[in-house]
């Protein structure tokens, strides 16, 4: 089977939940023998190793740079009129649109799969022109998620929010009618779709990836003493989900922490950090900020108990099930672990308010504390036999 990917953005490399939940799906598709071609967008140019690495995998490539020049900031605001902001800046026409389809049609494939919606406009025209069907990826609901980002968003993010809800709804429910079948992240996502009608929604849940290096103790470790900082949150520190779970720990949860453990350290980690954090982190004694570090192992590693504090999403966090591969404690809030199955929740603590997620923290920090879980339970839920399984249904349908 020959599959060309639109990605909403560059898979690799895979710094946060989006590009993870892509790189490790590309890898998977390679891997059982599929044929990929790949169309993205990109920020900063790839890194000559960076494409090196992707071209393991796939054997076309196709990237977008995003543009930010007056003429196409005067495109994207004409375009405003019909579509949601991250739509705009993924718009293809003209020479462009043709060079690409000229690309997709050296490579032949049968059938364009959108991972991530915000790619569409490309994908539907792919789909017209060559008359193929399309398959989507859904990372979240969307227009609720966006909507969820726009209540939690401050300053001058509010404005931006709201472009990325306009049309949003219309747009993403025409791409799901489109699709011969999508796949949603999340369980529970998909059955919201259900219950609105949509009966060509599947079930694909983000890949782990599991070494055979990893033994059983490394699933049944013991809270360490010595271990550098006691809290650990690792994710990207620009969204607005994120950022505001970060201010509600740092400004709400640890004082409470620290009425009864006034000398805990913590780590916030992860990728560009906007002005807000980087203020808290440096106002806050026992605070540290690492930037874009370049293991997420070694992150985990340096932490005695790891944190989920988002109090708004949708979709299935990528970094919860990191942390469940870590094999340390953890305490969340009930969106952290939404759409994950019930057979792993039961391996969070779960709060939901400031006062019980900091008791939480402090009963895992002063009591010894062992991490059970079956790396096989986690194998056959998260493993690369779900992709197997996706190409023989869409054998099947097309």
């Known amino acids: 089977m020959k599959i060309t990917l639109v990605c909403h953005d560059i898979p690799y490399p895979a710094i946060h939940g989006g590009r993870i939940d892509m790189w490790r799906r590309i890898k998977a598709f390679s891997q059982i023998g ?3 071609q790949l169309i993205c967008w990109f920020d900063k140019i790839p890194q000559r190793e960076e494409v090196a690495e992707i071209k393991k995998y796939v054997d076309s490539t196709y990237f977008i740079p995003f543009k930010h ?7 994207r605001l004409l375009n405003l009129l019909r579509y949601p902001l991250e739509v705009t800046s993924r718009l293809v ?3 462009q649109l043709e060079r690409l389809v000229s690309q997709v049609r050296a490579f032949k494939p049968h059938l364009v799969w959108l991972d991530g919606i915000h790619g569409g406009d490309v994908a539907s025209k792919l789909s017209h022109h060559f008359d193929i069907p399309i398959v989507t990826r859904c990372h979240n609901i969307e227009h609720l998620y966006y909507q969820r980002l726009f209540t939690s968003a401050i300053g001058t993010s509010k404005v931006k929010r709201y472009l990325s809800v306009s049309h949003l709804e219309t747009y993403e429910k025409s791409l799901l009618k489109d699709s011969l079948v999508f796949y949603d992240i999340s369980a529970e996502d998909l059955k919201f779709w259900k219950s609105h009608g949509f009966k060509n929604g599947r079930y694909l849940p983000p890949l782990m990836e599991f070494y055979q290096s990893h033994k059983q103790d490394e699933f049944q470790q013991k809270i360490d003493v010595n271990r550098q900082y006691d809290v650990v949150f690792l994710g990207n520190l620009y969204s607005n989900n994120n950022v505001a779970g970060i201010i509600w720990f740092l400004t709400q949860v640890l004082p409470e922490v620290r009425t009864h453990l006034p000398n805990i350290k913590v780590l916030i980690a992860g990728a560009k950090p906007i002005n807000k954090i980087k203020q808290l982190c440096e106002e806050i004694d026992g605070v540290d900020l690492s930037i874009n570090p370049p293991s997420s192992t070694e992150i985990y590693n340096s932490g005695r108990v790891l944190i989920n504090p988002v109090l708004t999403g949708s979709g299935v966090s990528i970094k919860s099930l990191e ?7 953890i305490v969340s809030t009930p969106q952290g672990i939404a759409g994950l199955p019930l057979s792993v929740r039961q391996y969070f603590k779960i709060a939901s308010d400031k006062q019980s997620f ?3 923290i402090v009963n895992l920090l002063c009591n010894s504390h062992e991490i059970h879980i079956e790396p096989k339970l986690l194998e056959s839920l998260f493993g690369t036999q779900v992709v197997q399984e996706v190409v023989s249904d869409i054998r099947s349908l097309i």
Do not use: F, N, Q, R
């Open 34 to 36: 599929v044929e990929l």
């Open 69 to 75: 020049d007056l003429c196409s900031k005067g495109y």
């Open 93 to 95: 026409v003209g020479e």
């Open 323 to 329: 942390m469940l591969m870590a094999g340390k404690p």
């Open 358 to 360: 900091a008791s939480a």
